[in-house]
């Protein structure tokens, strides 16, 4: 699905779609994306973000749970960098990123909470893979979500096949 606006398909999917209740930020070149999803739960370390965005991310949207700290990044230009590398659609980030201005021109939807220069640590603490819950939704491997400046909603399936 290469167009869309998260407005028009809560219109369309009323009663299937659930809209995440938090006021992302958009950062990355790409305005709208999404996508199947790959879930990650960490705390203010990037090791775990770096693994996975290294390895193929077959159009698929990176999910982060960072615990909503914005204390340190867990995403940067190199990672979007690896992510675009790998065939990643975008990665949002329920924490804080940095390299505003050069994710602005990536090919890669990014959204976060906020920005902070501060990078987390490399130690690999965390979850791949799991159910994780974030502004009163659940977003999970199986599931799939779409972005754009309005907002973030989730559906149990590819919308891109009901139409």
């Known amino acids: ?56 991310g077959h159009d698929r949207v990176l999910v982060v749970d960072g615990g909503g700290s914005t204390r340190v990044a867990l995403l940067g230009d190199r990672l979007s960098t690896k992510a675009i590398e790998n065939g990643w659609a975008g990665v949002i980030v ?16 990014v959204m976060a909470l906020g920005t902070i220069p501060i990078r987390g640590t490399f130690n690999c603490t965390g979850e791949v893979g799991i159910p994780i819950q974030i502004g009163g ?16 909603i989730v559906s149990s399936r590819p919308l891109w096949l009901a139409e």
């Open 1 to 56: 699905m290469s167009s869309f606006k998260t407005a028009d398909l809560c219109d369309a999917f009323a009663g299937e779609l659930e809209v995440v209740q938090v006021q992302f930020r958009t950062f990355g070149g790409r305005r709208t994306f999404g996508s199947g999803i790959e879930t990650i739960r960490t705390f203010e370390d990037v090791g775990l973000i770096r693994q996975c965005l290294e390895r193929p």
């Open 94 to 109: 329920y924490g804080a990123l940095r390299d505003t201005e050069v994710l602005a021109t990536m090919d890669i939807g």
């Open 137 to 152: 939704v659940e977003l999970a491997p199986g599931r799939f979500v779409y972005c754009d400046l309005d907002g973030v």
